[in-house]
């Protein structure tokens, strides 16, 4: 522990919301200790490999195991027909685009009869070791019939190739939200200027450091229950789904999610594995434990994004934004998981940005292909939704000859405290968005760096220098569970947290929130700490285990702070409450009298005689005969809490960028972030949040796509290929903040998992585009790579060979 | 075959087949699971350790080829006072978070510092190019070595 861990001060080892606080997770982190899924020793585990399509679209005409089954350390091979009677329903979709009817295909965990995707599972080995599964893996034989692949969500449009003959159709659904169209159309037929522009949103990997890896062991006490370690996000929902997949009651189920090395949303889902390594284990009576390798995890985890965004404004002669309209297409890939339909739904409301929008219409078609499916990924439709008004944004300011921080300025939805119904559906909470932009300009050297722009231009340098804007809102704190079902939402999302005082007086807690990398250890503590008025080393705080947590559905979507930790601050008030009642009748005075500061009741102006919660906590345990009437011993309580809204963190961002004219090379020489997610609980960790989603959204901004080729063949499934940003390609960042406490929870906070991967990816292209104006470039796809900027530069240079000496 | 080598100051002598990574016989065969895998293209460094005091991706070797040598693993690096100085400034600059490439950036950072005890910006990011972090986009990672460097002392 180091000093600057518990500030001395006090005395008393109290720390305060707000306060900087490094964590408590770290240690055995740091010293090798703490065991992630495929770290856990499993006596007597079998290792499952799983054998994977081949191909994107084909019939499976037979499998050939015998030489499998025989190769040595065997103990079983199955295909999907051999494994057909494990399953007892399939996997839900927990957010349709409502009201517009979803087409869905039927997929289980491992294929049957026809793959939709090279990576689909079709056959699984169960060996003594995992070097004997994966021996045995190569002696399968699949005679596959090839279909023809369908790998471009446009050329799924056209129903050339139906992947799922069930539904006739690769279109899985037209969800359309027009806002009064007659006034959209009204605002482009009297707009002063207009912005067209197309936006493709790659695919990306979510490429969490730890792979996935699971284990299911049959209890070894008997009983028919089983534990299951997963590299997730949800384990009790992932019970749940468990339960109703694969038939394990749930109370059977016990799902442990240990130390999780990372998620951005990946393992927000049931992957066939979980129900692959249950089933068998069950069926074999052993436990059975599965690895995902690296370039198998480019295939058999969810990929991110995948949209193509058409949008559209209209704006008046001052540059006010009259309308927006967004046709989007969305990539689902093979089948639906999870979220996958609702995520471009999820960032449908946000394509007009943090600006007063008038008129609105979008409209958004989402279509099967035969490469793996989409879902949730750090921003998860926000980051989309952001990249196209931000850039169309940035399209306008050229149109005008505008400064792009001006065009924001004067399209930013005025502050607001409590409430603000935007032209689209939900009401966001708190916003003030120009504060944010302001201290972004002055942390970027605006004004300077616009002079050096000038002066580089003048001197011809073949060095183009580039600032790019990014002003965003999000929405996260997903729970409300009246609007999440209003949205879309086929199950509700709350806060769960116990406070259990032990008879000594230190405190554990338990929480619905399964951290991987957010610290809510010590962040819990620290609200308990605060709020209650303990030693936050008191405070113990268990979780993503549940045989020991309250159900907490997931983490994701931002919502852990403001959903679990606003439950948790939810129940500390409830012990205090009861605290109160006790200390009262104790002190043989009103409740009304008393005041309760740092962990002491006393009655108003009597400081000396003080009750420490810690000792009512013994009292309320070992000497229950004390309580008042009707008083349950124990001072402990709990909460199931909804809040009243969502939370919608914003913020801008600014990239400046030098890309060399002769090489495409970009280089990301400064970043500004300015982040508002209301009140911080504890400033480290919030940026620690911010720096990462950062590097994530300049990663598909310069670097990352996976790609396929034309049949549908992953070409970057291994991290030699996709390129997952590392130290030496992105620079330190400068952070600012603005604080607007959000009115949607006691904590007054928005969440900041996801801002930083939100507003950076357009302020890199945003910035790409800005240093190559004077070239007559107007658009750079992602990722930015040299060569796609290279490519760029020589198109603008044939369609207008004198553009370099137009200028800007 | 028969492997000797000493892992944390302790001799191991044991029997491997040949195709054994190294970084399989620390995980299987030591129970030693603070060394991470996080590819299979020598691309991500969480499996960084110290061969005889230089850096090496033990997914990279076999563990045939660093019989007699002296190895450190992440379970090594703290002594009986505590953190050592790497770790402690990792704990000091919030420099991991989720923590699965903590192992292995740690261990490169060690050696780094080893052959450059005063790094600068440049040096740092440039050095630790190997080594992928997905949670903390580097920025306190590099916080936290320059923190250990010559110049951050004086
Ligand atoms: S496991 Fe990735 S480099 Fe060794
Ligand atoms: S801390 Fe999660 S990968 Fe580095």
Redesign the interface.
């Known amino acids: 522990m180091?000093t600057?861990e518990i500030p001395a001060a006090d005395g008393k080892g109290l720390v305060k919301i707000g306060q900087p606080l490094?964590?408590r997770?770290?240690?055995p982190?740091?010293?090798?200790?703490?065991?992630?899924t495929?770290?856990v020793?499993i006596p007597g585990a079998l290792y499952m490999e799983v054998l994977r399509s081949s191909h994107a679209h084909a019939r499976i005409r037979s499998i050939d195991t015998d030489a499998a089954r025989t190769s040595p350390g065997v103990v079983a091979v199955y295909t999907g027909a051999d494994l057909a009677g494990e399953w007892v329903g399939q996997i839900p979709v927990l957010i349709a685009p409502d009201p517009a009817p979803l087409l869905a295909p039927r997929w289980g965990p491992i294929a049957t009869d026809k793959v939709n995707y090279v990576g689909e599972p079709v056959a699984v080995v169960v060996a003594e070791t995992r070097?004997r599964a994966a021996d045995a893996l190569e002696a399968i034989v699949v005679d596959y019939d090839v279909l023809p692949a369908v790998v471009s969500p446009e050329d799924a449009c056209t129903d050339r190739v139906v992947i799922h003959d069930e539904l006739g159709t690769n279109k899985a659904y037209t969800w359309e939200v027009v806002i009064t169209p007659e006034s959209v159309d009204a605002a482009f037929a009297d707009a002063a200027y207009t912005v067209k522009q197309r936006h493709i949103q790659q695919r990306c990997l979510p490429?969490?450091?730890?792979?996935r890896a699971v284990c299911a062991v049959p209890d070894p006490m008997g009983g028919g229950g089983f534990t299951l370690y997963s590299s997730t996000q949800m384990a009790h929902l992932l019970r749940t789904l468990l339960a109703m997949t694969v038939g394990v009651p749930e109370q059977k189920l016990r799902v442990i999610a240990p130390?999780?090395?990372?998620g951005?949303g990946s393992k927000l889902q049931t992957y066939p594995e979980e129900s692959l390594c249950l089933a068998l284990a069950r069926r074999l009576k052993r436990p059975v434990r599965w690895?995902e390798?690296?370039?198998e995890c480019g295939v058999a985890m969810i990929h991110g994004r995948g949209q193509v965004q058409d949008i559209e404004l209209a704006a008046d002669s001052d540059g006010k934004i009259t309308a927006v309209r967004v046709h989007l297409l969305g990539d689902l890939g093979a089948h639906c998981k999870l979220f996958t339909p609702g995520i471009p739904v999820i960032g449908g409301p946000f394509y007009h940005g943090c600006y007063d929008v008038p008129a609105f219409a979008i409209t958004i078609t989402s279509v099967y292909t035969n490469l793996p499916p989409t879902d949730a990924y750090r921003g998860a439709g926000r980051p989309e939704a952001t990249y196209a008004i931000e850039r169309a944004v940035d399209g306008l300011a050229a149109e005008m000859n505008m400064d792009p921080a001006e065009i924001r300025r004067r399209n930013f939805i005025p502050p607001f405290e409590n409430g603000h119904q935007t032209v689209c559906m939900v009401p966001f909470d708190s916003g003030n968005y120009e504060p944010a932009l302001d201290q972004a300009l002055e942390l970027a050297g605006y004004e300077q760096l616009r002079k050096e722009q000038a002066d580089r231009r003048a001197s011809g340098s073949t060095k183009h220098l580039g600032v790019g804007i990014a002003s965003y809102v999000e929405v996260c704190g997903y729970a409300p569970s009246r609007m999440m079902a209003a949205g879309g939402g086929k199950f509700s999302l709350w806060g769960t947290s116990v406070v259990r005082f032990l008879p000594t007086g230190k405190i554990v807690v338990t929480t619905g929130s399964h951290p991987?990398?957010?610290?809510h250890e010590t962040s819990w503590a620290q609200i308990v700490s605060d709020r209650l008025g303990v030693p936050y080393e008191d405070v113990e705080v268990l979780h993503s285990d549940t045989a020991i947590a309250p159900y907490g559905v997931l983490t994701g979507g931002s919502r852990s702070l403001s959903v679990e930790g606003a439950a948790l601050s939810v129940t500390c008030d409830k012990v205090i409450a009861k605290a109160k009642t006790l200390a009262a009748h104790l002190l043989e005075a009103a409740e009304g009298d008393l005041e309760f500061n740092d962990g002491s009741f006393n009655v108003k102006g009597t400081p000396s005689r003080a009750l420490p919660i810690t000792g009512l906590a013994h009292t309320a345990a070992f000497d229950a005969h004390l309580l008042p009437e009707g008083m349950e011993p124990n001072l402990s309580a709990e909460t199931t809490w909804d809040p009243p809204n969502f939370t919608f963190p914003f913020g801008t961002h600014i990239a400046v960028v030098e890309v060399d004219e002769e090489t495409g090379a970009v280089a990301l020489v400064k970043f500004v972030a300015v982040d508002d997610c209301g009140n911080q609980l504890n400033p480290?960790?919030v940026?620690?949040q911010?720096?990462?989603?950062?590097?994530?959204g300049i990663g598909q901004a310069l670097f990352e796509l996976a790609a396929y080729d034309d049949d549908g063949n992953p070409l970057s499934p291994?991290?030699?290929d996709y390129l997952?940003p590392?130290?030496?390609e992105?620079p330190?960042?400068t952070l600012g903040s603005t604080v607007t406490p959000s009115p949607s929870n006691p904590l007054g906070t928005k969440g900041v998992g996801e801002s930083?991967a939100i507003g950076s990816a357009p302020a890199v292209i945003n910035a790409v585009v800005d240093a190559l104006a004077p070239l007559g470039v107007t658009n750079v796809i992602m990722p930015a790579s040299p060569m796609t900027v290279w490519r760029t530069i020589q198109a603008a240079r044939a369609a207008a060979p004198n553009a370099k000496e137009n200028g800007r | 075959m028969k492997l000797e080598l000493t892992v944390n100051d302790t001799p191991h002598v044991a029997e491997i087949e040949p195709r054994t990574l190294l970084v399989h016989y620390l995980r299987d065969v030591l129970g030693l699971t603070g060394t991470k895998i996080g590819c299979d293209t020598s691309s991500c460094g969480t499996c960084t350790v110290l061969v005889d005091g230089e850096s090496v991706k033990s997914c990279t070797v076999f563990a045939a080829q660093v019989n007699g040598a002296a190895l450190t693993t992440i379970e090594g690096l703290a002594g009986d006072d505590g953190l050592n100085r790497v770790q402690q400034a990792f704990h000091d600059n919030h420099a991991l978070q989720c923590g699965y490439c903590t192992a292995g950036m740690v261990m490169a950072a060690v050696s780094l510092l080893e052959e450059q005890p005063d790094p600068t910006e440049a040096d740092v990011r440039g050095g630790l190019e190997g080594n992928l972090c997905r949670c903390t986009g580097y920025h306190n990672i590099v916080k936290a070595v320059l923190s250990c460097g010559r110049a951050a002392e004086r």
Request: proline share 3%; net charge negative.
């Open positions: 180091t600057t490094l964590r997770e770290d240690e982190i740091l010293r090798g200790e703490a065991r992630f495929d770290d020793p070097a490429a969490p450091m730890e792979t130390n999780v090395g990372g951005f690895v390798d690296r370039s991987h990398g957010q610290g480290v960790i940026e620690g911010v720096h990462g989603g950062l590097v994530q291994t991290l030699a997952v590392s130290a030496a992105v330190s960042f930083g």
